[in-house]
T-cell receptor, first 113, second 115 residues
C-alpha cells in the first residue's frame, strides 16, 4: 500500500513572498512519480509539477519548484513570488507502477494582498 | 496534456433518482478514470473505465451503484444510481494522456447535490 501525508491543512503567505508546502509519502516501489495538483475554487484539478523518482534533479516550473528527498520520502513544493491566483487547495499525489494515483489530504493556501 | 470536458458542470437531484455524467477528451486515450471528492476531502478513485470491457472498481464501489460506460477511446459516462444525500460530491474524470510519465489530467468536475 502507498500513502501520502500532508501535515499542513492550511497555510498562508503574503503576496510576492515564498511559501513551502510539505508532503511525505510511503511506497515500497522503486519506480514512481510524484505530483502536485492545484484545485482553485473552480474545482478544476490542475497539474502544477511532476517529479520522476529516478531523477535526482528537482523539478522546476517557473515559480514552482520541488525539494525531492528520496531517502526521507519527502516532496515539498516551493512557490516563489506568490500571486493572488495561487490561492487554492494543493494536493500532493503519488503514482507507483501498477497501482493507483494516491492523493494526500490537501493544503489550503491563502495568499494575502 | 489533454482537453477534457464534463457534462453537466453541476446538478441538483432528488433522492432516489439517477444522474449520468459525461466525460469527453479531445484525443484518444487508453486510460480514463472516475473520482469522487466528498465535501472538504481529498479525491477517491471510483473506477478505471476500460474501453471495450467492464470497468475496474475500487474497494467500496460497485457497478450497480456507479455503472460506467466506455464506448470508445475519447468518451466515458458515470451514472450515480438511486442517489442519496451522501452522494453529494464533486465527480471528476481524468485521463492518462501520456503513458510514459503516468500523468493524469483532470476534467473540470461535476458538482452534484442530492436533496
Amino acid at each position: 500500500a502507498q500513502t501520502v501525508t500532508q501535515s499542513q491543512p492550511e497555510m498562508s503567505v503574503q503576496e510576492a513572498e515564498t511559501v513551502t508546502l510539505s508532503c511525505t509519502y510511503d511506497t515500497s516501489e522503486s519506480d514512481y512519480y510524484l505530483f502536485w495538483y492545484k484545485q482553485p475554487p473552480s474545482r478544476q484539478m490542475i497539474l502544477v509539477i511532476r517529479q520522476e523518482a529516478y531523477k535526482q534533479q528537482n523539478a522546476t516550473e517557473n515559480r514552482f519548484s520541488v525539494n525531492f528527498q528520496k531517502a526521507a520520502k519527502s516532496f515539498s513544493l516551493k512557490i516563489s513570488d506568490s500571486q493572488l491566483g495561487d490561492a487554492a487547495m494543493y494536493f500532493c499525489a503519488l503514482y507507483a507502477s501498477g497501482s493507483r494515483l494516491t492523493f494526500g489530504e490537501g493544503t489550503q493556501l491563502t495568499v494575502n494582498p | 496534456s489533454a482537453v477534457i470536458s464534463q457534462k453537466p458542470s453541476r446538478d441538483i437531484c432528488q433522492r432516489g433518482t439517477s444522474l449520468t455524467i459525461q466525460c469527453q477528451v479531445d484525443s484518444q486515450v487508453t486510460m480514463m478514470f472516475w473520482y469522487r471528492q466528498q465535501p472538504g476531502q481529498s479525491l477517491t478513485l471510483i473506477a478505471t473505465a476500460n474501453q471495450g470491457s467492464e470497468a475496474t472498481y475500487e474497494s467500496g464501489f460497485v457497478i450497480d451503484k456507479f455503472p460506467i460506460s466506455r464506448p470508445n477511446l475519447t468518451f466515458s459516462t458515470l451514472t450515480v444510481s438511486n442517489m442519496s444525500p451522501e452522494d453529494s460530491s464533486i465527480y471528476l474524470c481524468s485521463v492518462e494522456a501520456d503513458s510514459s510519465t503516468d500523468t493524469q489530467y483532470f476534467g473540470p468536475g461535476t458538482r452534484l447535490t442530492v436533496l
